[in-house]
């Protein structure tokens, strides 16, 4: 879910592949949520939710407004 130079990642499986073509594919354990600011992380790196914590839950609280409008995926 993306909001300014916001993004917001959700995890339904709490789980993500490794994106380095080098390793072998691993299902890492991820936290549910991961907030990324696109402005000075473009390669979505870096999780800022701690720092941010009022953004991570403003977006929170958007993406759950739409997926109960059924406005986008569960």
Do not use: C, M
């Amino acid at each position: 879910f993306r909001a300014g130079n916001w993004k917001l990642q959700r995890h339904d499986s709490r789980r993500t592949r490794n994106r380095t073509v080098e390793q072998p594919l691993a299902d890492t354990p991820a936290p549910p949520y991961q907030l990324f600011d696109l402005t000075k992380d473009p390669g979505e790196t870096t999780d800022v939710s701690a720092s941010h914590p009022d953004v991570a839950e403003r977006l929170k609280n958007q993406l759950a407004q739409l997926i109960s409008a059924g406005r986008s995926r569960k």
